[in-house]
T-cell receptor, first 107, second 111 residues
Framework: KNEVEQSPQNLTAQEGEFITINCSYS?????LHWLQQHPGGGIVSLFM???GKKKHGRLIATINIQEKHSSLHITASHPRDSAVYIC?????????FGAGTRLTVKP | DAGITQSPRHKVTETGTPVTLRCHQT?????MYWYRQDPGHGLRLIHY???????DKGEVSDGYSVSRSKTEDFLLTLESATSSQTSVYFC??????????FGQGTRLTVV
């Protein structure tokens, strides 16, 4: 079993829909990261969080340390949000990655 | 954007040839990492460095070596490239805050 599990693997949504991507982990962490990768592109860090909730524009990330679970929400989704979203956890700079969720937002 | 650049961005090489990929940072971050990304797998750690001349192996280190002679540069070498090393390679850096920054990736094809 992977240390970091994401669901769903693939997600297709219509423009404007509210999207949730989930991440569960099984190891001790000091931080959890949400990353974004556009097709053929580099990897961009969206959030790093160790507790509670963070918001940036239409993106919201939450983490429940007790349940070892995090969610990434996208409100009012747009085709430009189409990308692979990767959950990663770190402990003393040792980072472990989920397999990613491929999101496609259709106009 | 964090100052991290990878070179080259694309490379095609023949089986058995040596290949070196370079990662350069301008952030003075202590930690540098090399990952490979393949379909069906998450990012997998090849090697990492926690300081000048301090490096260690990751989970997929066979066939790869690294060097870090300066804080800003982390080199990944494939001593004798094989087709199984065809992949996209990402460099990453992080500092005391653990926030990670990634390079744009190097697409390597071994023919």
């Amino acid at each position: 079993k992977n240390e970091v599990e994401q669901s769903p693997q693939n997600l297709t949504a219509q423009e404007g829909e509210f999207i949730t991507i989930n991440c569960s982990y099984s190891v001790g962490i000091s931080a959890l990261h949400w990353l974004q990768q556009h097709p053929g592109g580099g990897i961009v860090s969206l959030f790093m969080l160790s507790s509670g909730k963070k918001k940036h524009g239409r993106l919201i990330a939450t983490i429940n340390i007790q349940e070892k679970h995090s969610s990434l929400h996208i409100t009012a989704s747009h085709p430009r949000d189409s990308a692979v979203y990767i959950c990663a956890v770190s402990n003393n700079n040792d980072m472990r990655f989920g397999a990613g969720t491929r999101l496609t937002v259709k106009p | 954007d964090a100052g991290i650049t990878q070179s080259p961005r694309h490379k095609v090489t023949e089986t058995g040839t040596p290949v070196t990929l370079r990662c350069h940072q301008t952030e003075n971050h202590r930690y540098m990492y090399w990952y490979r990304q393949d379909p069906g797998h998450g990012l997998r750690l090849i090697h990492y460095s926690y300081g000048v001349k301090d490096t260690d192996k990751g989970e997929v280190s066979d066939g790869y070596s690294v060097s870090r002679s300066k804080t800003e540069d982390f080199l990944l070498t494939l001593e004798s490239a094989t087709s199984s090393q065809t992949s996209v390679y990402f460099c990453a850096i992080s500092g005391n805050s653990e926030e990670a920054f990634f390079g744009q990736g190097t697409r390597l094809t071994v023919v």
